[in-house]
T-cell receptor, first 112, second 112 residues
Framework: GDSVTQMEGPVTLSEEAFLTINCTYTATGYPSLFWYVQYPGEGLQLLLKATKADDKGSNKGFEATYRKETTSFHLEKGSVQVSDSAVYFCALSSNTGNQFYFGTGTSLTVIP | DTAVSQTPKYLVTQMGNDKSIKCEQNLGHDTMYWYKQDSKKFLKIMFSYNNKELIINETVPNRFSPKSPDKAHLNLHINSLELGDSAVYFC???????????FGQGTRLTVV
């Protein structure tokens, strides 16, 4: 069945460091891919998305590219800020769009 | 205007009690979900409803019963609460054929 595997945390970085959170997926067909972010005490918010191979999703300085050949959707940011401290979830939705599969989440702490 | 709203935000109750969590979405979506997030932030889907019909029912104790009176509502009723039910429960919605899911703010359930 469809699934998402993402890099385990927690991840601790200094402010302005480069961030990569790895995500790979297993799916039949052509899923859509997402990164969601959960700030402390809040629900999940969509951070970025990509719907087809080679699409790049971007938002708030974060980027991820849908790589079908490596079945990956790694999240990157060139310079993290303290305010980026949160839990990040990689996710995919099936072709029908009514099933979502989440990774285990990666906790990021950015220290000044 | 909150897109997906859940009530209550916090719920503290004793073992053995029966409780309900309500969820409403005003996005016109046709699919709604319940997820359970444990203390390690792992998100597990519990139920998915499409147009008021159950389409996903993961391995969840039958003490948990979802009820969808209409497309805009998916409530979660829990009987005979146990300590292990303590978690954050998230409601979400999406539209089949489109891609992203929208999440509520979560209900933190504590069973004492």
């Amino acid at each position: 069945g469809d699934s998402v595997t993402q890099m385990e945390g927690p991840v601790t970085l200094s402010e302005e460091a480069f961030l990569t959170i790895n995500c790979t997926y297993t799916a039949t067909g052509y899923p859509s891919l997402f990164w969601y972010v959960q700030y402390p005490g809040e629900g999940l918010q969509l951070l970025l998305k990509a719907t087809k191979a080679d699409d790049k999703g971007s938002n708030k300085g974060f980027e991820a590219t849908y790589r079908k050949e490596t079945t990956s959707f790694h999240l990157e940011k060139g310079s993290v800020q303290v305010s980026d401290s949160a839990v990040y979830f990689c996710a995919l939705s099936s072709n029908t769009g009514n099933q979502f599969y989440f990774g285990t989440g990666t906790s990021l702490t950015v220290i000044p | 205007d909150t897109a997906v709203s859940q009530t209550p935000k916090y719920l503290v109750t004793q073992m053995g009690n029966d409780k309900s969590i309500k969820c409403e979405q005003n996005l016109g979506h046709d699919t709604m979900y319940w997820y359970k997030q444990d203390s390690k932030k792992f998100l597990k889907i519990m139920f998915s409803y499409n147009n008021k019909e159950l389409i996903i029912n993961e391995t969840v104790p039958n003490r948990f019963s979802p009820k969808s009176p209409d497309k805009a509502h998916l409530n979660l009723h829990i009987n005979s609460l146990e300590l292990g039910d303590s978690a954050v429960y998230f409601c979400a919605s999406s539209q089949a054929g489109r891609i992203e899911a929208f999440f509520g703010q979560g209900t933190r359930l504590t069973v004492v």
